[in-house]
């Protein structure tokens, strides 16, 4: 009978014994951390832009911790500087997975960094939630792949269509144009599409090249296409080329009828104060600007946190360009994870794919190769610029919105003569 008693003893104390241990690691799990790992652009050429990202990203990390995380656990975020280098990219993404065992991975800032990156997401089957990356998908159809930029499904011509489409409309109809880039990932792929445009919009193109990504003097550059006499130009650059060849504009005294494009830096304030008046005139793509027609729920309020953390963070101190768009591909992250109750990247890939979200953006709907269903790319122009101060910038009385109609904020001042005249 003792026996009998000491038996079931001993298995109600393995009972209890497996079930504190389970209770325990179950208490473990909820405590542990939702990792998502990324790598980001803090140093190097790109690094305005991924810094400002950053502090965003940040701040969806805050928010939603505040709100009890996801799924009952805490959310942390995990990230390298990838120094504006693709080549530093695949070992982060590898590292990030085996190393720091992140949960899910999303995409650093710009295409050059995206591109680098995909093969790891495709090689481990992974979400992967990109960035401002250009067309990056068509060269890998990857199925998980979704793109947070306004592009459309025709994300190439995207970054230049409000610029033809203002073009196309004047009086007299231009019609030769210019089209400059770097030989590099944004560079081509916004060419390509600005030929496609030039096209359709039945524009003769008398000059077409790239130029090396690590050129600093733009002076030759530009006296080669003045030669050429185009009517339009259109430059798709990354940060640094971009102040490089608004300064050989003014140095070579060229003033072709209209110009600008898919120039990238133009959106970030300290590249603004830098450029100053020389930015008048200039026609150039934008996503996002805090105007009466793009506030959208929750915008302006990230707006503002952004803005209090800026000077400590030693970043753009306006925020008018990346941090909306580095909250919202986030948001959709964690309205996945939260909607579908799953870290699994299959699960949350099909939630993302056949879901509407409402973002800091407005609703963002994911359609063909994991580009936007609908584009809404801007076109504007920077006017009446008259000093290197912030306040300039700050009341956007001095970049309006010219395309599209639904979000016009200002009327185009055409030609470019007539707008640095003023």
Not at 140 to 165: D, L, V
Not at 213 to 240: E, G, H
Request: aromatic share 10%.
């Amino acid at each position: 009978m003792c026996k009998i008693l000491q038996a079931v003893s001993v298995r109600h104390a393995t009972w209890w014994i497996v079930a504190v241990l389970l209770l325990a690691t179950a208490q473990a799990k909820a405590d542990e951390a939702i990792k998502i790992g990324f790598g980001m652009a803090l140093t190097g050429p790109l690094a305005a832009n991924g810094k400002m990202s950053l502090v965003a990203m940040q701040i969806w990390e805050n928010d939603i911790n505040a709100k009890g995380g996801l799924l009952g656990r805490p959310v942390k975020l995990v990230y390298y500087d990838d120094q504006s280098s693709p080549a530093q990219v695949p070992s982060i993404y590898a590292k990030l997975l085996d190393i720091d065992k992140v949960d899910l991975i999303v995409s650093g800032y710009a295409s050059t960094q995206i591109a680098a990156a995909m093969p790891v997401a495709i090689q481990r089957k992974k979400l992967f939630i990109s960035l401002f990356g250009t067309g990056i998908n068509e060269s890998f159809n990857y199925p998980k792949y979704f793109s947070m930029i306004p592009n459309g499904p025709t994300p190439k011509p995207a970054f230049t269509r409000g610029f033809f489409k203002v073009a196309e409309v004047q009086t007299p109809k231009p019609q030769t144009i210019a089209l400059a880039y770097a030989d590099a990932e944004f560079g081509q792929n916004a060419c390509e599409g600005a030929r496609e445009n030039a096209k359709t919009s039945s524009f003769k193109i008398v000059y077409d090249k790239s130029y090396p990504p690590t050129t600093t003097d733009f002076t030759p550059t530009v006296r080669a296409i003045q030669v050429t006499s185009p009517d339009l130009l259109v430059v798709c650059s990354y940060p640094i080329d971009t102040v490089g060849m608004v300064r050989a504009m003014k140095e070579v005294n060229f003033k072709p009828k209209m110009w600008g494009g898919a120039m990238v830096g133009l959106q970030a304030t300290v590249f603004k104060q830098q450029l100053g008046p020389l930015l008048n005139g200039i026609v150039n793509y934008e996503t996002w600007l805090p105007v009466k027609s793009m506030e959208f729920p929750g915008s302006t309020e990230l707006l503002k946190k952004y803005q209090e953390r800026a000077k400590a963070a030693g970043t753009d101190p306006l925020g008018y360009y990346m941090p909306v768009w580095a909250y919202a591909y986030l948001q959709v992250l964690g309205d996945a994870i939260a909607a579908s109750k799953s870290l699994n990247d299959d699960v949350l890939a099909d939630y993302v794919r056949k879901t509407t979200f409402a973002t800091v953006v407005g609703e963002v709907k994911f359609g063909k190769q994991g580009e936007w269903e609908e584009e809404r790319t801007l076109a504007a122009q920077f006017q009446n610029i008259t000093s290197n101060s912030m306040d300039d910038f700050r009341e956007l009385k001095t970049e309006v919105i010219i395309y599209p109609p639904k979000y016009k904020s200002g009327e185009v001042i055409y030609p470019y003569e007539k707008a640095i005249a003023k």
